[in-house]
């Protein structure tokens, strides 16, 4: 028993933990850990993209908190029948407002669950104030761009109306959108 413990007290008195140390880092040093690449979050229903850079420190965000970027959506367009679409006959016209009325409703779907996830993306960002004032903003600017797309709607509406009344004044009412707040 002696000999074996005369044994392990040279063993551990021969190990150099500096060399040790050092050999390891030299033999992993070219494996070493590489950050993700940014990364983009898109929420269901086509709202914007979100782009999150997860890098701490002085290379990554600011105090090593997370920077989000929320990418704007693409603009509203005019909607319904312009000078251009006279020549056009009845029919036509009549199928251009409704692809458009289609479009418009299916838009206006799309920026109201936007919207919300935005509302959502807010509250996330409680105990970040300058995250949440971002997000809260953007969420503004939705609530006006779907506010712009319900105003769009009501003028194909109110032209079908009157295509189909032979240009007399509209009788049809629109049927209500769900609201952001929904």
């Known amino acids: 028993f002696k000999q074996v413990c005369e ?4 063993k551990i008195s021969s190990i150099d933990a500096r060399s040790d ?11 070493a850990f590489v950050p993700p690449e940014d990364t983009m979050y898109e929420p269901y229903g086509g709202g914007p993209a979100i782009k999150r850079n997860t890098k701490s420190g002085p290379s990554g965000g600011a105090g090593g908190k997370k920077d989000i970027q929320i990418a704007k959506g693409e603009p509203v367009k005019d909607y319904g029948l312009t000078d251009a679409d006279a020549g056009l006959s009845l029919e036509e016209k009549q199928a251009k407002l409704q692809g458009q009325l289609k479009d418009v409703k299916d838009r206006i779907k ?4 936007s919207k919300k996830g935005l509302d959502k993306l807010s509250k996330f960002y409680a105990s970040d104030p300058v995250a949440q004032q971002k997000a809260q903003r953007e969420a503004t600017e939705q609530l006006a761009k779907i506010d712009k797309l319900k ?3 009501k003028k194909i ?10 240009g007399g004044a509209s009788n049809t009412t629109a049927a209500p959108e769900p609201t952001a707040a929904e």
């Open 151 to 153: 105003g769009e709607k």
């Open 21 to 31: 140390v050092a050999s390891f880092i030299k033999a992993n040093k070219s494996s």
């Open 110 to 113: 799309s920026e109201i669950k």
């Open 7 to 10: 044994t392990m007290n040279g």
């Open 157 to 166: 509406l109110s032209q079908i109306s009157e295509l189909e009344n032979g």
